[in-house]
């Protein structure tokens, strides 16, 4: 999904003060941020801690691949350095229930999954990845929340994403929603319409900006991110349903024993009612889950 700087030097002023007021400030890629004292009131269950593969608890701590800039899901605070958001607090409580802390680094979404099962880099990537056949050939996946797509635009559009074809749209780069654009763009072609000029930025926050901007017609996101963007920024509505729900989840090394206690963990903060209270406090509960499931048919 993020991270660079916007790509166009004529972006509106009304742009760049979105990604201000988003507190998207931009970040060196592989920043760490580490939160030492990262959800401190979340007891720690000391089965599971025993259950934490050695070389990740050795010093302590899970060092995490992150993309900051995807609010409310994760991004920068206003020191610029701190990541935030409920997938941020969600598994800082992960990480306490394990008697662990963490650190954030933020890095190109792209560059995450092969930072955790190539390079080792990262012990976990947990950056809003929706589970999918692609995903689960190389990595183990644990899952923990529900998001769908949805579309946005400017107050007083009539654009929908079945009125798309001849539109330019903005997407991030190498999300799910790239492949539904494209495959819009195909439907188009294929019908003798015109095509979709489909505009992929590195950072949502660059995608929504260019909405604000009117450089696109409309953009697509997951869900939270969509909607949080229409909170958030000036003029813009939320465009047609929620569509193709999937679950997230978090990476880790393909059949790696972490992937359970990981997912063990979600479930006994879904138990102790740290789960409901972190969603609900962000305003994303309608998202929570169940059952969390490591490695699910996706």
Same mark, same amino acid.
């Given at each position: 999904?993020?991270?660079?700087?916007?790509?166009?030097? %004529?972006?509106?002023?009304?742009?760049?003060?979105?990604?201000?007021? /988003?507190? /998207?400030?931009?970040?060196?890629? =592989?920043?760490? %941020?580490?939160?030492?004292?990262?959800?401190? &009131?979340?007891?720690? =269950?000391?089965?599971? %801690? =025993?259950?934490?593969?050695? =070389?990740?608890?050795?010093?302590?701590?899970?060092?995490?691949?992150?993309?900051?800039?995807?609010?409310?899901?994760?991004?920068?605070?206003?020191? #610029?350095?701190?990541? $935030?958001?409920?997938? @941020?607090?969600?598994?800082?409580?992960?990480?306490?229930?394990?008697?662990?802390?963490?650190?954030? @680094? $933020? &890095?190109?979404?792209?560059?995450?999954?092969?930072?955790?099962?190539?390079?080792?880099?990262?012990?976990?990537? !947990?950056?809003?990845? $929706?589970?999918?056949?692609?995903?689960?050939?190389?990595?183990?996946?644990?899952?923990?929340?529900?998001?769908?797509? *949805?579309?946005?635009?400017?107050?007083?559009?009539?654009?929908?994403?079945?009125?798309?074809?001849?539109?330019?749209?903005?997407?991030?780069?190498?999300?799910?929603? !790239?492949?539904?654009?494209?495959?819009?763009?195909?439907?188009?072609?294929?019908? #003798? *319409?015109?095509?979709?000029?489909?505009?992929?930025?590195?950072? *949502?926050?660059?995608?929504?900006? %260019? @909405?604000?901007?009117?450089?696109?017609?409309?953009?697509?996101?997951?869900?939270?991110?969509?909607?949080?963007a229409v909170a958030k920024a000036p003029g813009l509505q939320l465009v047609g349903d929620i569509y193709d729900a999937a679950p997230y989840g978090y990476?880790?090394?393909?059949?790696?024993?972490?992937?359970?206690?990981?997912?063990?963990?979600?479930?006994?903060?879904?138990?102790?009612? $740290?789960?409901?209270?972190?969603?609900?406090?962000?305003?994303?509960?309608?998202?929570?889950?169940?059952?969390?499931?490591?490695?699910?048919?996706?």
């Open positions: 999904m993020r991270s660079h700087t916007i790509r166009s030097r %004529a972006v509106a002023t009304g742009a760049v003060a979105l990604v201000a007021a /988003l507190g /998207l400030t931009a970040c060196g890629d =592989d920043e760490p %941020a580490t939160k030492p004292d990262a959800a401190p &009131s979340t007891a720690v =269950d000391q089965a599971l %801690a =025993d259950a934490v593969p050695a =070389d990740i608890k050795a010093d302590g701590k899970i060092v995490i691949g992150v993309d900051s800039t995807y609010p409310p899901n994760e991004f920068l605070d206003e020191d #610029g350095k701190t990541v $935030t958001g409920w997938d @941020v607090a969600l598994f800082d409580a992960v990480a306490a229930k394990l008697g662990l802390k963490t650190e954030w @680094v $933020t &890095s190109k979404f792209a560059d995450i999954i092969p930072g955790v099962v190539t390079s080792g880099k990262y012990e976990v990537g !947990v950056s809003s990845f $929706t589970i999918n056949p692609e995903r689960l050939a190389e990595s183990s996946m644990v899952s923990y929340f529900n998001a769908g797509t *949805q579309w946005f635009a400017k107050e007083g559009a009539t654009i929908t994403p079945e009125t798309a074809c001849g539109k330019k749209i903005a997407v991030q780069a190498a999300t799910v929603q !790239v492949e539904d654009i494209e495959a819009r763009n195909k439907a188009c072609k294929d019908a #003798g *319409q015109p095509e979709i000029t489909i505009d992929q930025y590195q950072g *949502q926050d660059q995608a929504t900006a %260019a @909405v604000v901007s009117g450089k696109n017609d409309a953009g697509l996101a997951d869900s939270p991110i969509a909607a949080y990476v880790v090394k393909k059949d790696s024993p972490f992937a359970q206690v990981l997912g063990d963990a979600v479930k006994a903060l879904i138990a102790d009612g $740290t789960y409901t209270k972190v969603l609900t406090e962000w305003g994303v509960q309608g998202g929570g889950i169940t059952d969390p499931q490591v490695d699910p048919a996706s």
